[in-house]
C-alpha cells in the first residue's frame, strides 16, 4: 500500500494556546471536515492528541461511496 503525506501550515489570528486546545482535541475533526464528506470517526480517541495517536474514520468523498482513512499524528508539540 503506498502512502501519501500531506503537510500544510495555516496563520491564525488567536494565541497559539486557544489553537492548540481545539486542534489537539480529535473530537474536533468532524467541525473542520465539510458536512458533504459525512464525517464518521471509527475508533476511541483521547481527549489530547499525541505522537502516536491513531484516528480511524470514514468519509464518503465521490458519489456517496464510503472510503475508510486512517490518521497517524506523528508529531504534536504544544505551544
Known amino acids: 500500500m503506498k502512502l501519501y503525506r500531506l503537510q500544510r ?10 489553537a492548540w ?3 489537539a482535541d480529535p473530537r474536533n ?3 473542520l471536515t465539510p458536512p458533504w464528506l ?4 471509527t475508533s476511541d480517541v ?4 499525541h505522537a502516536g495517536t491513531i484516528i480511524t474514520y ?9 472510503v475508510r482513512w486512517v490518521t497517524e499524528i506523528t508529531h504534536a508539540t504544544p505551544p
Open 9 to 18: 501550515s495555516q496563520r491564525l489570528p488567536i494565541a497559539p494556546e486557544t
Open 58 to 66: 470514514t468519509i464518503r468523498p465521490i458519489a456517496g461511496v464510503p
Open 21 to 23: 486546545r481545539f486542534f
Open 46 to 49: 483521547p481527549e489530547t492528541i
Open 29 to 31: 475533526l468532524q467541525h
Open 38 to 41: 459525512d464525517f464518521r470517526m
